[in-house]
């Protein structure tokens, strides 16, 4: 047999062979690789799924090269920073996406596309309705792909809380109210039945409900809960023991933190981070940040917490926003909020310095300041020289600084220090501080208008009035819904339906007489007359 022959015979057959099983191989193997992927992300919740929407080169250099992923994930995240500089942010958000598909492991990816879509993309659109769509997708990306990732990682957690308490709960974006709207809407959606349930509850869910659901419609909305939101019911029932449980003086207890507000679920993601970082001494100083989170959420929880409507009970949440006085200080969060200051000073200290805790010392000053000067306005001079008198044993040589203190016999003027911290608020305060005060000087002139004491219920609705006035002024032709007060009427008729639904019902008759009001007859809230007189539709 010639070596041609020979060739002929050992090679034809064998290559054929070889192409049909590489051919069959490969077919089984595209077969498979969709059912191996799936129970990779079933198994592992950190599983790393193929690149998606990449262009063709791309996919392939990273399929072919996956060793070298981290190379290419530095060269698009070079790219990224060009784009942000640039400003050109929807190029940046492909690229960044491309470096989470690479890189998920990696938290400041998912910060930097979260913040991107929150802070810079959102205000780029003038309607409200865009703007919550990229306020929400930031929210979902840190809170439903950045904690998957990275479930010990406390900087994803301070992004997400910060978000809520920031974006969402202050005012410095033009359509806060409509992100608040749409967050209390959510809410509603899966915490209560209804609004109705909502309102009557104040904003406090039926926790032992929401973990063992007794009928088919809890069970359906604790699921959108847990899917859509990540909120675990036993996380929350955890907190709102700890933070929102309030002992009264009588025995009785009330839980006061209301879950439709954004601040309560900054508070929720901070702890839940605590929980799952805080054994990891190498995030010191990441750590730290959440620590602020928590006592910066509880002190907003206390210092706009509180609807500032009928008892949240009549008034439909359109209408809440609307009025542009939305929130007031919630009390009943004093003494909670302070053990938290407490909590996190004794963390701070124990797990790093006596010196640790002095910054978180130094808010818990300006808190307690706060409680003092808002159990006065709220008619409550007792427990606002209480409050003082904790300040100035805690921080004897940093209150200081207030004319009505004698150092050396320790003797203080809660007047003194009420007039200083007004002049101070009135100059410098916010919106939701401005509403805080004016609903305080409310009270206190319904209360001595009750009274018959009609010469100092006067000069405490001159106050208010003055206040409002300064308001307007210092923020004359800014953003009409970021930071426009309701009209002075408005306030003060919203203020005096609430004051005639929970003050003492011997003061309330009292004042209902003064108003010529039957009983259970409440005024109406008068619609605003911007510039021309056209009431606001």
């Known amino acids: 047999m010639s070596r041609e022959e020979h060739s002929a015979t050992m090679d034809t057959p064998p290559k054929i062979t070889l192409v049909v099983v590489a051919i069959l191989c490969l077919g089984g193997l595209f077969v498979l690789q969709g059912g191996l992927n799936d129970q990779r992300g079933e198994l592992s919740p950190t599983y790393l799924e193929p690149l998606q929407d990449a262009p063709p080169m791309l996919a392939l250099v990273t399929q072919s090269l996956g060793g070298f992923r981290g190379l290419i994930s530095s060269y698009l995240w070079l790219r990224a920073n060009e784009m942000q500089l ?4 929807q190029e940046q ?13 990696v938290s400041m990816v998912w910060r930097n596309r979260a913040w991107n879509m929150a802070y810079n993309i959102s205000v780029t659109y003038p309607d409200r309705e865009t703007r919550w769509k990229y306020v929400s997708e930031g929210i979902s990306l840190l809170r439903d792909h950045g904690i998957k990732y990275n479930p010990q990682e406390p900087l994803i957690y301070h992004e997400l809380g910060w978000i809520f308490q920031h974006k969402m709960g202050h005012n410095m974006d033009d359509h806060h109210r409509y992100y608040k709207l749409r967050w209390l809407q959510a809410m509603t959606a899966v915490l209560w039945k209804d609004e109705a349930q909502a309102n009557a509850m104040r904003g406090v869910p039926n926790f032992d409900e929401l973990i063992d659901p007794p009928n088919e419609e809890v069970a359906t909305r604790v699921q959108r809960l847990r899917e859509e939101y990540k909120l675990d019911p036993r996380e929350m029932k955890a907190v709102n023991e700890q933070y929102g449980r309030v002992e009264k003086n ?5 839980y006061a933190l209301d879950w439709r507000l954004p601040e309560v679920h900054s508070l929720y993601w901070a702890k839940l981070g605590l929980k799952r970082c805080g054994h990891n001494p190498s995030k010191e100083n990441d750590l730290r940040k959440l620590e602020r989170i928590v006592f910066q959420s509880m002190m907003y929880c206390f210092e706009r917490g509180r609807l500032n409507t009928p008892s949240g009970r009549a008034i439909s949440p359109s209408d809440y926003f609307d009025n542009k006085g939305s929130v007031i200080p919630n009390m009943e969060l004093a003494g909670r909020t302070h053990l938290a200051y407490v909590e996190m000073v004794t963390r701070a200290q124990d797990e790093r310095s006596a010196q640790a805790g002095q910054s978180y010392e130094m808010a818990h000053m300006n808190f307690l300041k706060r409680v003092v000067e808002w159990n006065y306005y709220y008619g409550r001079e007792k427990e606002a020289t209480e409050w003082l008198k904790l300040a100035l044993e805690n921080y004897p040589d940093r209150m200081t600084w207030y004319t009505g203190y004698d150092p050396e016999t ?13 002049k101070d608020g009135v100059s410098r305060g916010g919106i939701d501080k401005t509403v805080a005060i004016i609903t305080g000087l409310f009270i206190r002139h319904f209360t001595h208008l009750a009274k018959g004491e009609e010469e100092e219920a006067a000069g405490y609705l001159d106050k208010a009035q003055e206040v409002h006035s300064l308001f307007t002024a210092r923020f004359k032709g800014a953003a009409e819904n970021r930071v426009t007060l309701a009209t002075f009427e408005e306030l003060k008729i919203m203020r005096l339906i609430e004051y005639l639904k929970d003050e003492d019902p ?22 605003s007359q911007p510039e021309g007189g056209v009431p606001n539709q």
Do not use: C, N
């Open 86 to 89: 640039q400003k050109k942010y």
């Open 93 to 105: 958000m492909q690229l960044s996406e491309w470096v989470a598909q690479l890189q998920p492991h």
């Open 250 to 254: 009588d025995g009785s207890v009330v």
């Open 410 to 422: 320790k003797k203080y003027d809660l007047e003194k220090f009420v007039l200083f911290r007004l």
């Open 506 to 527: 011997t003061i309330v008759a009292a004042l209902r007489t003064v108003f010529g009001l039957k009983e259970d007859e409440f005024p109406e809230i008068p619609l």
